[in-house]
């Protein structure tokens, strides 16, 4: 693949990864306090900016099958292990609890100067250095377990990709408006105990 801007590879990736990062700043997550309010359910931003991501770059991806620009029998997916994505999730989303910054938004922390996120960025820098020093023994232990049988949504759930981003836009405008609703309930309670 050579998009965008014909750049291929790493160049690809920087332009991507730099065009999304700031997304994550506009959208206000360089805020570690954003993270930790998604996980007591009491600020939807990530939630938000996140679902809305995926969903976009979900079809992005199926326009480009469709279309035959970019067939999705030719882009690799690894095999998906339980164990290793079992371990993997626990530890970066321990880390996101104590820290309140995911990979992404702890670099698009420190890029803003923030300084819990330059501390976190740099305990990601030399946790990944750490895991790599420890990829070959782990290694065996993560791949005992036998992949999945399938490594997308489509594949696992035996629906079509875009089936699975109806459904994806369904959850995000399930829980928007449930959230809205909430809020709508709390700011009245609070006029009407506020006109006491």
Request: with cysteine; charged share 10%; aromatic share 10%.
């Amino acid at each position: 693949m050579s998009l965008p801007l014909n750049l291929a590879g790493p160049g690809s990736g920087l332009v991507l990864g730099s065009l999304f990062g700031f997304i994550l700043q506009r959208g206000g997550l360089g805020n570690g306090c954003k993270l930790t309010g998604q996980l007591r359910l009491e600020d939807w931003t990530v939630f938000n900016v996140m679902f809305t991501a995926i969903i976009v770059a979900a079809s992005g991806l199926w326009i480009l099958d469709a279309t035959g620009y970019m067939p999705a029998a030719g882009t690799f997916v690894p095999a998906a292990y339980f164990r290793g994505a079992l371990a993997g999730g626990g530890f970066v989303g321990l880390g996101m609890s104590i820290g309140g910054y995911c990979p992404g938004t702890s670099v698009v922390a420190a890029a803003s100067g923030r300084i819990d996120g330059i501390f976190f960025f740099v305990g990601l820098v030399a946790g990944t250095l750490m895991f790599a020093g420890a990829y070959d023994r782990m290694s065996a232990w993560m791949q005992a377990d036998t992949p999945l049988p399938a490594s997308t949504l489509p594949e696992l759930l035996r629906m079509p990709g875009w089936a699975i981003i109806a459904v994806l836009a369904l959850i995000a405008a399930s829980v928007h408006l449930w959230v809205t609703r909430g809020e709508r309930r709390t700011n009245a309670a609070a006029m009407k105990e506020a006109l006491r």
